[in-house]
């Protein structure tokens, strides 16, 4: 032990002694060993890490086979309940659903994320709680009966200050009273990943709609199961079509969607890990896992590299050190233990790069506040990845034997080498044959290095010419200086509506605004199908619409296009013709080759006079409006009035739930006197999502943004250390050939020959790894077609832009070393030895 503690004192000294070799090693370490740390952290909990939960693989998530990859998998509750009663496979079944509700607390009304859960919900996940008690199953079995709620952690602490007193008192969801019985643990959020309030299924009368226990159209829950301890897996599958036909005989299926290709209900299990991860988000994380073990990969070549080139400066140390009676075996170690000392610094480098990291990973995650692909970011919420054990022993673990790999090389060629020769330098025969070796040695990992930086920067090249095509995609509006705002979650008289407009029409800063039941970019539009006149009935996709109910100034707030006919008016109200605008894909779609105007057609919906499928007039089209994901394409769109309503005055089947603000102030202030002046109408009103359409625009490509941006620092980081490699491997030729230069400048050669001469051998280099790179990326990145919008993984611009850059990094790493051997004197040089 004193003499390792003496081979590491003297290591850190040499260390300290090549202080800019020490830093550019250590950072290199630090970085690559940090992001494959932050990135596995993530992939270990999505692949690895079963769910927090007694027995988690016995948990399955029960959805419809309707040949898609996860099933349909909500359901209403006369289904759930029928397969509830009809199953012997389970030793429960328990349904839940995710939804926003309006809750007061004290004199303070916001929008709070809860589920509405079955009793035995908890008792399935094996959760308990952290105060008071979970629901009981009495709680379970009359609607309406028992309006009690449960609180989540980070609730209870903001808004009830921690009081462990809180047992019995009340909160008011949707105007109703709740008795607080119980607290959640702190480590639990539900199934969304993101609920902080419980309330149980019998009270979804009251917080959604009357008929929601009831009604077979309504398709709101998610149904998990837990099998019963003596049935395997393959035994519960196996057992499947019987119940499938009991449930189906009990409550037929009214949703073709549900149904396979051949008409038939078939239930199917999942285990419940899977339905919680998105397809995307572990494709994009074993692309990143994958490409931070290429910078791993040139992390480790390039400070091999460096090493080689220290071993050799070092050679007349090591020989004295030897012919003092230093053991071979001892020289040997000595290196070993200060690369393993170079790879211990790069490992605590890379804890503090990993920390910082998983921060940056959580925070600067996609946007989770938006329908169409919320489970990609919830992701995040539901497993909550983080640094553990297994991953500091990881990180250790990669740094000792990237250290030993470092240190193999250059410990191997001293224990073989000639003392006699090394204390001679660099003279003789076989010196300049190892010295040849060397320079080769030395070339090849410059050609890996720059090989595999070529893959990554293709791959970031390509995810960010996506993300740029995808922020030109017409979004159909002006977002600039638009702010949105939700607010409700419960119908009001139509009077209210109107009284929110006034009031803030009436504030200094706004130019227009608008309501609407849908804002773009939200993706939460309501879909039906319609009934077109002069047609048969139709209920295939065919006829299927997103429904908008909408004041007249939506579309000159947003500054939507009006391509025909005309736009809403204050005239479109109770008792005037019916009417509504469509969008141009609607009537490209629904009436190709036809003028869409004066057409009619008729809703499933009750209108303002309780008058069912009253006809309804088209009076205008307007430009398509991008509702959903931007890569997606436009969706068949329509615009009902909502001075028009669908239900009666006093109770609305469709009402607007979104403010729309076009202004040319800074949003803030604004913003705020928007919240009192609403709730100068009704102090319960929650407002919440507010942003402006700039922000969710931004927001709504963060996905793309996300794997973009972590690829590009991936691949930015490789480029450098490339050009670090081919700037070390000439520098270290430059050194190697002193003499021969020195003789061929003594012999009437001209710099500009040397500086040809030096570059050209670097040209080389770089040119021999783009081409294998380039062969590497045109196989690996075909992998990545689901994450490109518009662009072609083979794409030749990516490619040639990405040569090109390597080319000129290289030829700029060259030029540096080539121009400090034409400076060389020649008389020095033939006196170097």
């Known amino acids: 032990m004193g003499t390792l503690w003496q081979d590491v004192r003297y290591g850190l000294r040499m260390l300290a002694r090549s202080p800019g070799l020490t830093v550019v090693a250590v950072l290199s370490l630090a970085l690559g060993i940090g992001a494959n740390t932050a990135i596995f952290s993530v992939v270990d909990a999505l692949l690895f890490k079963p769910l927090p939960y007694p027995q988690p693989e016995r948990l399955m998530a029960v959805a419809y086979d309707n040949e898609q990859p996860q099933g349909f998998q909500f359901w209403p509750y006369p289904k759930y309940a029928a397969l509830r009663d009809a199953q012997v496979s389970f030793d429960s079944v328990a349904a839940y659903s995710q939804l926003q509700l309006s809750a007061k607390i004290g004199e303070q009304a916001e929008r709070i994320e809860a589920e509405v859960v079955t009793a035995n919900y908890f008792s399935m996940l094996g959760v308990q709680a952290g105060l008071g008690r979970v629901f009981l199953p009495e709680e379970d079995q009359t609607p309406g009966a028992h309006p009690v709620v449960l609180l989540g952690h980070r609730l209870w602490q903001q808004q009830f200050g921690g009081d462990p007193q809180v047992i019995g008192k009340m909160l008011y969801l949707k105007r109703q009273p709740f008795t607080v019985v119980g607290v959640m643990p702190a480590n639990f959020r539900g199934q969304s990943g993101t609920a902080e309030l419980w309330v149980p299924m019998m009270m979804a009368g009251t917080l959604l709609y009357a008929d929601a226990l009831n009604a077979q159209y309504a398709w709101w829950l998610k149904v998990i199961a837990r099998l019963k301890p003596d049935l395997t897996e393959a035994q519960a599958r196996a057992e499947m079509p019987i119940l499938s036909a009991k449930v189906a005989e009990l409550v037929p299926a009214q949703l073709n ?38 910078v791993m990969l040139i992390v480790c070549v390039n400070t091999a590299s460096l090493l080689l080139a220290r071993a050799v400066a070092r050679q007349r140390e090591f020989a004295v050190r030897v012919a003092l009676g230093a053991g071979r075996g001892r020289v040997f ?62 990180n250790f673990l990669l740094a000792f034997v990237a250290g030993i790999a470092f240190g193999l090389v250059p410990a191997w060629q001293t224990w073989r080498a000639d003392v006699n020769e090394m204390l001679k330098g660099s003279g003789g025969v076989s010196a300049a044959s190892r010295s040849l070796g060397r320079v080769r040695m030395r070339s090849a990992l410059v050609v890996a290095e720059v090989a595999l930086s070529v893959v990554l920067l293709v791959s970031a090249g390509l995810m960010t010419r996506s993300f740029l095509r995808l922020l030109s995609v017409p979004l159909g509006f002006e977002p600039e200086g ?93 008792g005037a013709p019916r009417v509504a605008l469509i969008s141009r894909t609607m009537a490209e779609r629904f009436w190709p080759g036809e003028d869409p105007i004066g057409k009619r057609f008729k809703t499933p919906f009750r209108d303002a006079y309780g008058a069912a499928n009253a006809w309804i007039q088209i009076v205008g089209v307007v430009d398509d409006v991008k509702y959903g994901a931007v890569e997606d394409p436009a969706e068949p769109t329509l615009y009902l009035p909502a001075w028009q309503p669908l239900g009666t005055p006093s109770v609305l089947s469709f009402a607007p739930d979104s403010l729309v603000i076009r202004t040319a102030t800074h949003a803030a202030p604004l913003i705020a006197a928007v919240k009192r002046e609403m709730r100068s109408i009704d102090q319960a009103m929650p407002v919440s999502d507010v942003s402006t359409m700039r922000e969710r625009a931004a927001r709504v490509t963060s996905r793309y943004r996300y794997g973009a ?106 030029y540096i070393p080539a121009r400090r051997a034409t400076r060389v004197e020649p008389m020095v040089a033939l006196r170097y030895e």
């Open 482 to 574: 638009v702010v949105t705002m939700a607010f409700g979650g419960e119908r009001k008289p139509l009077e209210f509506y109107r009284a929110v407009l006034e009031r803030v029409q009436g504030l200094p800063g706004v130019e227009q605004a608008s309501l609407g039941l849908g804002i773009p970019l939200a993706g939460s539009m309501n879909r039906g199908g319609i009934q077109i006149e002069g047609r048969t009935l139709d209920s295939s996709a065919k006829t299927k619409a997103a429904f908008n109910v909408v004041t007249p100034e939506y579309f000159s707030t947003f500054r939507i296009a009006v391509i025909k006919g005309r736009s809403l008016t204050a005239e479109d109200r109770i």
């Open 257 to 294: 969607s549900m149904l396979t290709k051949s008409g038939e209900e078939r239930i199917r299990l999942i285990p419940l890990k899977e339905t919680k991860i998105d397809p995307a988000v572990k494709k994009s994380f074993l692309i990143l896992l994958a490409a931070v073990g290429f």
């Open 709 to 814: 941006l972590l690829m590009g620092m991936f691949a930015a980081l490789g480029l450098v250390l490339s050009a670090i490699g081919v700037y070390g491997v000439m520098a270290f030729s430059v050194s190697a050939r002193t003499r021969e230069f020195g003789v061929r400048l003594a012999l009437g050669a001209q710099p500009r020959d040397i500086l040809r001469l030096v570059i050209v051998k670097g040209v080389v280099l770089v040119l021999a790894g783009v081409g294998l790179g380039l062969a590497g990326a045109l196989a690996i990145t075909r992998v990545l077609a689901s994450q490109l919008y518009e662009v072609r993984p083979t794409d030749p611009v990516t490619f040639f832009g990405v040569s090109a850059l390597l080319i000129g990094v290289g030829l700029l790493a060259c």
């Open 333 to 394: 170690r000595q290196v070993l233990t200060e690369s393993v000392l170079l790879a211990g610094l790069g490992a605590c480098g890379g804890l503090l790069v990993a920390l910082w990291g998983m921060d940056w990973l959580t925070i600067s995650r996609p946007w989770n506040a938006v329908g169409f692909w919320s489970q990609y970011a919830r992701t995040f919420d539901y497993f909550a990845p983080g640094l553990d054990t297994t991953v500091f022993a990881f």
